[in-house]
Nanobody, 124 residues
Framework: QVQLVESGGGLVQAGESLRLSCAAS????????MGWFRQAPGKEREFVAA????????YYADSVQGRFTVSRVNAKNTVYLQMNSLKSEDTAVYYC?????????????????WGQGTQVTVST
């Protein structure tokens, strides 16, 4: 089992950047594919980005492609989400999640473990 803790959220102006971190404990992060999801008020949780376990392939939602970058440093048991050119519609609680496999990484049901989330608010 792995425990996940997100950090790095906050309040920023539109056009600015934030970097979210997801620290894992309990098991080595390298054994999991990792994903980032977000949930805005009144909306369903949606996929943002993912990075696979072995070949480190990355995946992005169309809405963040070219602005967000997911990466991982297994030696630090940490996954990052670099968010640039933030927009008001990026405002949400951001969650990281861990999956044992390497397919269907855009699906919520793929992930077995979830963090508690970190709030990102983008003002205009």
């Amino acid at each position: 089992q792995v425990q996940l803790v997100e950090s790095g959220g906050g309040l920023v102006q539109a056009g600015e950047s934030l970097r979210l971190s997801c620290a894992a404990s309990g098991r080595t992060l390298s054994t999991y594919s990792m994903g980032w999801f977000r949930q805005a008020p009144g909306k369903e949780r949606e996929f943002v980005a993912a990075i696979s376990r072995t070949i480190l392939r990355t995946y992005y939602a169309d809405s963040v492609q070219g602005r967000f970058t997911v990466s991982r440093v297994n030696a630090k048991n940490t996954v990052y989400l670099q968010m640039n050119s933030l927009k008001s519609e990026d405002t949400a609680v951001y969650y990281c999640a861990a999956a044992r496999g390497e397919s269907e990484l855009g699906q919520i049901s793929t992930y077995a473990y979830w963090g508690q989330g970190t709030q990102v608010t983008v003002s205009t």
